[in-house]
């Protein structure tokens, strides 16, 4: 009886974590399925926002580029500082702009000093200083050039298009264009189906001071409740502390996942604000609730059903069990006898081994003096070398880099370490080889022909001072006799040369 509670057990206890293996399995793919829709979204939102830009706000950068540079007539205008003739010219124009785009708000022409002298939407107001309220404006003024970006202005937040005007040489001024930021919201709503809202910094908003609703203050940002209506809803529900990471927002008992985008930068890159859109993902996750009910009750089926079978057929698979115990007793006295043969053999084995690794040990001892011999020579080789008086250098005969360099070598140069260098780089200063001439490469000499080659070179010192040297490069040879290394002495004899002209 107890081995059957045991084998019921067990039984039951595989088919539960097989069933959880599956569930767990199922639980991932339903995750990844919901992130993957969140990803995908991300990317049709980072998608659409470039879009938006590119064909919605950028277009006005160039029309206030060509007004500025064909309409003469509205430039003469600006600079005889004629408001009512500037106003003819520009009304139909901003009509049209108006017409062409709903979200078209603002035709503004300013003096240098930052003064508005005409606002082509309202005529009426001007002679107002604009420089504290909009930097941007002073900044095209101060760098004469154009400027754009979103800014928070008394009517809510504003897309600028700004151009410096000149008459004659002379700075008079600059136009701007303003879109109102709603564009970008409409097309985003438009583009995702999706509700979408403006979050701006407070102390940006301040400037606001024409808005008078439409909007909800949370600590250091205000919220843009308009269109649906539905930020309204769930805005004590965000948590403005963690714009830069998606955030689950329940809206009627369906999930919906809150992205956030920094499209609203002003001027100079910086982010006045952020854009909100939510992601429905309540059909993604009603899948999963429904493969966890489904997986939970075919799991208890099946485990019942197991349970069952086992139950009455028991007794077929006891005496199985028995006439298994019985050959396995009997596989088990084969099994120690051949175990005890293995075990002679392995003490056999075990005592070769044991030879083997002493005459291994004897070998390793005499490669390893052989290896600090070696070690030894070559230490005794570079003292030799850094011993010369006389720069000398070990060269790769492909490259012409520097393996090796004494003493002497390196304080002639003003090298600290010919690590990577080549001998044109460490001695002439210079990124290519010698070439003939006045200085013949004696390197290139050797490498050729095989045989040592004794030219009058002209290095150069730490100082970047001539120095006249006396070369003598010599080939080194591998086994199939290619030159593979090439050693180069030189000797100073600047003072025997310069000596020699003075003769002269």
Request: with cysteine; charged share 30%.
């Amino acid at each position: 009886m107890e081995i059957k509670n045991r084998t019921l057990f067990l039984v039951s206890l595989v088919i539960l974590f097989a069933c959880g293996f599956l569930f767990s399995e199922g639980i991932s793919h339903y995750n990844k399925a919901i992130d993957n829709a969140i990803r995908e979204r991300e990317k049709l939102i980072d998608s659409i926002s470039n879009d938006i830009k590119k064909y919605s706000f950028d277009p006005y950068r160039y029309k206030v580029n060509r007004f500025v540079r064909y309409f003469d007539e509205a430039t003469q205008a600006f600079a005889d500082r004629d408001r009512e003739r500037l106003y003819e010219l520009c009304a139909p124009l901003f009509q049209e702009f108006k017409e062409e785009n709903e979200f078209f708000h603002a035709f503004v022409f300013t003096l240098p000093d930052n003064t508005v002298f005409l606002r082509v939407q309202r005529p009426e107001h001007f002679g107002d200083h604009i420089g504290g309220l909009r930097p941007m404006v002073a900044a095209v003024h101060a760098e004469s050039k154009q400027l754009s970006g979103f800014d928070v202005c008394p009517h809510g937040v504003i897309f600028w298009a700004s151009e410096p005007v000149y008459h004659e040489g002379q700075h008079i001024g600059a136009v701007e264009f303003g879109i109102d930021a709603g564009l970008l919201v409409q097309s985003l709503t438009e583009s995702l189906n999706s509700d979408v809202t403006l979050l701006v910094k407070a102390k940006e908003w301040q400037k606001a001071k024409l808005v008078a609703e439409g909007f909800q203050e949370h600590g250091q940002y205000v919220l843009m409740t308009g269109g649906s209506g539905l930020f309204e809803s769930i805005a004590e529900r965000l948590d403005l502390s963690r714009l830069e990471e998606d955030q689950e927002v329940l809206v009627d008992d369906r999930l919906h996942i809150l992205h956030s985008c920094s499209l609203l930068n002003d001027f100079k890159g910086g982010a006045i604000g952020r854009v909100l859109m939510l992601q429905d993902v309540s059909e993604q996750v009603d899948q999963k609730r429904a493969f966890i009910v489904h997986s939970l009750f075919l799991t208890l089926c099946v485990l019942i059903i197991a349970i069952i079978i086992l139950y009455y057929s028991f007794g077929t698979i006891i005496g199985r069990l028995e006439n298994y115990a019985r050959e396995n007793k009997k596989a088990r006295e084969e099994l120690q006898k051949a175990h005890d043969r293995l075990e002679d053999r392995v003490m056999e084995r075990t005592v070769e081994l044991a030879k083997a690794n002493a005459r291994l040990e004897d070998e390793i001892m005499i490669r390893s003096r052989a290896e600090n011999r070696a070690e030894e020579q070559r230490k005794f080789l570079e003292l030799i070398i850094d011993s010369m008086t006389n720069p000398f250098y070990v060269l790769d005969a492909e490259t012409f880099s520097i393996v090796m360099a004494n003493k002497a070598a390196c304080e002639l140069t003003g090298v600290q370490s010919f690590q990577g260098m080549t001998c044109h780089r460490m001695t002439h200063h210079c990124g290519e080889p010698c070439s003939g001439g006045e200085h013949p490469c004696p390197l290139a000499e050797v490498k050729r022909t095989g045989k040592p080659v004794r030219v009058e070179h002209v290095h150069y010192d730490q100082e970047n001072r001539k120095r006249y040297m006396e070369i003598y490069a010599y080939p080194v040879f591998d086994k199939d006799g290619r030159v593979v290394q090439l050693i180069e002495h030189a000797v100073d004899v600047s003072e025997r040369k310069d000596s020699g002209q003075e003769k002269e």
